[in-house]
């Protein structure tokens, strides 16, 4: 057994140490396992708690400590702009080898007269904008190229409804400026969140501040990722705050104060994805330990989904979940709004469904493929995350001779060989760590901006080459069943990370975003 332990670096540092960066056209050959895994892998803190926790410490009423946060991209964007608003964050060390907890002292008052990088990461440019407007002074706020087509006007004309005074040009997206008065009114407002459940979180993680407090009424005909919402709501009810949900796409947050706690950040179960998809792929098994018996990450309907790809998952009494596989994959029918952000590691799965065993070679004249068809759907809102992902999927899964089709709310995958070939990462984790998942059935596969994983899993690299080819990397395991414990430093920066192709026309939907 390999146990590969995950750790971002005790400094933050986001330079980077070469390995995975630079420009587009560097490529990553994507590993295929020589025999079945067993892998232990322990994976950081969950971003979307990072995220909203951080915020929710800039905002209470004392400091707070966060055990276990995530260092990535995002979480070092997000402790930047919190640190432009004031919010004192100090590193607490808590090993050699381990990364630090966090102690987070709010500002007795936010300041503004400061300048915001969102990067690519939503929360930054979703969540701080409500924090911004409680500060005193122009705040402004912009981020990657890609970053400036992410939708942003809901959110925005929101704030304005309730009291901010936003200067965005009429682009309804990034660059912008918050000019904060050191309060805002708050109130009702309404608002269309079918882009983006984090319009919703937005508000209400800075809603008890707000002198009325806010009410939110969801205006869209749907609203993804609701678990996001939950999680949202969970991690303000346990600092005290009163939330309501009187209907159905309708919650209210009481005026208050939000109080200062200790918070111990569960892994990212999301980031699980393309580790347990891998034991369905390759065959075998793999463990995310510290797996929670109850949580609202998104993550957690892995437990579900996975199955339907022909794996065995356990859960056992001390926290570990195990996905075990055959390397026989299952078509699958599934209609998933809920679970946007594991969309692209199910829509690869999917991909290698189609693309049938390996023992089908094509040698008796056929296109080689002993595949299974599938339909993924409820996931149009994916659209609009760091690219186009259900464009982008069905470009990339064609270009290595798949055969996915773009569906109104989904994409459908039918059966055909894959081949070899440079798969896209468009800057997106994402799509990068898909393509690993492909790589892992079909040789030859090269994934470019790679380095773009650093937005979530920094080092995703050198974690899934001891994981699932030990044998063959560098460093770690030499010999099979020993257990060795990898522990890897500093984060990588993907913000440079682009795609060298984004002239093609399959492109062409980057520019509609």
């Excluded at 410490?57 to 966060?66: F, K, Q, R, T």
């Excluded at 970053?147 to 912008?176: N, Q």
């Excluded at 470019?448 to 937005?455: C, H, P």
């Amino acid at each position: 057994m390999l146990i590969a332990k995950m750790n971002q670096g005790k400094d933050g540092d986001e330079t980077g140490t070469g390995e995975g960066v630079g420009e587009a056209a560097e490529l990553w050959p994507a590993p295929r396992p020589d025999t079945a895994l067993d892998a232990t892998v322990q994976l950081p803190g969950s971003k979307s708690l990072t995220g909203r926790e951080l915020v929710l410490a800039a905002l209470a009423d004392g400091p707070s400590v966060l055990h276990a946060p995530l260092r990535s991209r995002d979480a070092s964007l997000m402790i930047d702009a919190l640190r432009a608003l004031g919010t004192r964050i100090e590193e607490l060390p808590r090993g050699e080898f381990v990364d630090p907890d966090l102690r987070v002292t709010p500002a007795p008052e936010l300041t503004g007269s400061t300048t915001i990088d969102c990067g690519l990461a939503g929360t930054v440019m979703r969540f701080v904008p409500a924090v911004a407007a409680l500060a005193l002074g122009p705040v402004a706020f912009d981020g990657d190229p890609y970053a400036r087509k992410r939708p942003m006007r809901p959110v925005l004309d929101a704030l304005r409804s309730l009291g901010a005074d936003i200067a965005d040009e009429g682009r309804g997206a990034l660059p912008f400026t918050v000019h904060g008065t050191g309060s805002l009114h708050g109130g009702r407002v309404e608002l269309d969140a079918s882009l983006s459940s984090q319009f919703v979180s937005a508000l209400l993680l800075a809603g008890a501040r707000f002198e009325q407090g806010v009410h939110i009424v969801h205006t869209g005909e749907r609203l993804p990722s609701l678990p996001h919402i939950e999680m949202t709501i969970a991690s303000l009810r346990a600092r005290g705050v009163q939330v309501d949900s009187p209907a159905v796409g309708e919650w209210i947050v009481a005026p208050g104060t939000i109080r200062a706690i200790d918070v111990t950040i569960e892994p990212d179960l999301s980031n699980a994805a393309p580790f347990l998809a891998a034991a369905i792929a390759s065959g075998g098994r793999v463990t995310v330990p510290n797996w929670p018996s109850s949580t609202t990450q998104v993550g957690d309907l892995l437990r579900t989904l996975l199955p339907e790809f022909g794996a065995a998952i356990r859960l056992n009494e001390s926290g570990d979940l195990t996905a075990t596989g055959s390397g026989a994959i299952s078509g699958v029918t599934l209609h998933v709004p809920e679970a946007g952000e594991l969309a692209p590691t199910l829509v690869g799965l999917a991909a290698l469904a189609a693309h049938g065993s390996d023992a089908s070679d094509g040698s008796d004249g056929s296109d080689g493929s002993d595949g299974a068809a599938s339909t993924i759907t409820g996931i149009g809102h994916i659209r609009h995350h760091e690219t186009d992902r259900i464009a982008a999927l069905v470009a990339e899964i064609n270009a290595l001779g798949g055969d996915a089709v773009e569906l109104e709310d989904g994409i459908a995958v039918r059966p055909a060989r894959l081949h070899g070939g440079v798969w896209h990462s468009y800057a997106d984790h994402r799509m990068a760590t898909t393509g690993a998942v492909i790589g892992l059935r079909v040789p030859g596969v090269e994934v470019e901006g790679v380095a773009s994983t650093s937005k979530t899993l920094p080092r995703f690299t050198e974690l899934w080459e001891h994981t699932v080819a030990p044998t063959s990397s560098a460093v770690g395991a030499s010999r099979t069943g020993v257990d060795v414990a990898f522990e890897f430093g500093a984060a990588a920066d993907g913000a440079s990370a682009r795609s060298s192709a984004l002239g093609r026309s399959a492109r062409g939907f980057i520019e509609g975003l």
